[in-house]
């Protein structure tokens, strides 16, 4: 099986966090005391990606800058004597090695017959082991494409079950109880499937009408949709309790109950 050194990260929903997201990108947000978007790229090296490419219809490079910046953003922090510097250290010396990227098209983040993973940073998921992780586990064996799965009320993707967590994806539908959970890693093979496609579905689309085989697994853990401000409230709820800060906000979410 090819590596999959090429990670896609699609920014997310903007709209739901004006008028701030107008000047920074949601991914930059602080998710307890570091941008969301380093979750989200630690999921990518999860599962050993070695260029991680930010995907976005805007012009804005805000989120690339962060990454290639890192070392100025620790001289500036150790200037100011800011207990934060040595955790901007830290993510420094951990991406050092990585190659970061940006473009505004899909079709041109992925490369011919080259296996790329997608996270969207619209969903969160935290577990042991890691979304990207759990996709992989399917993808090493089957070495087809697998999207990452959430089962709902209302669900959008007809799947047929082929073990416990483990399902063939039919079809789009109005008449389904799983979704897509912006997690998926798919072949090398499939990337002609991508070219003049607007969105991820569209592709997705276009393989199963073509009678291509895509796999999907149930995701295992706590996820989070951080569309709007309550989703991003839930999560960084979540994250806080399990943080260095989780005591202290305990009692906080102790007293206002």
């Not at 577990?127 to 064996?141: A, C, E, N, R």
């Not at 093979?189 to 592709?203: I, M, N, R, Y």
Request: glycine residues 6%.
């Amino acid at each position: 099986m090819k590596k999959i050194k090429r990670a896609i990260i699609k920014t997310g929903e903007q709209n739901s966090f004006l008028p701030l997201s107008d000047r920074i990108p949601k991914e930059l947000f602080n998710l307890v005391d570091m941008p969301l978007m380093v979750e989200l790229v630690d999921e990518a090296l999860s599962i050993n990606a070695e260029k991680i490419i930010f995907l976005s219809p805007k012009k804005s490079k805000s989120t690339l800058n962060f990454f290639e910046n890192l070392k100025e953003i620790e001289d500036f922090l150790k200037k100011k004597g800011h207990t934060q510097a040595k955790k901007a250290q830290n993510l420094r010396k951990k991406y050092e090695n990585i190659e970061f990227g940006f473009e505004k098209k899909l079709i041109k983040a992925i490369e011919e017959k080259e296996n790329f993973s997608f996270l969207s940073a619209d969903n969160l998921i935290d577990f042991k082991k890691s979304g990207l992780s759990q996709i992989m586990d399917i993808f090493k064996t089957s070495e087809r494409p697998v999207l990452g799965l959430t089962e709902k009320e209302i669900g959008d993707l007809k799947t047929e079950k082929i073990a416990r967590r483990l399902f063939k994806i039919k079809s789009f539908s109005d008449e389904a109880t799983f979704s897509f959970f912006g997690r998926a890693i798919f072949t090398g093979e499939s990337v002609k499937f991508f070219k003049g496609k607007k969105s991820l579905t569209e592709a997705i689309e276009e393989m199963l009408k073509r009678g291509h085989t895509i796999y999907g697994t149930l995701l295992k853990g706590d996820l989070f949709e951080v569309t709007d401000y309550p989703g991003f409230l839930k999560a960084g709820i979540h994250y806080g309790l399990k943080s260095e800060y989780g005591p202290e906000l305990s009692e906080f979410i102790k007293e206002k109950i």
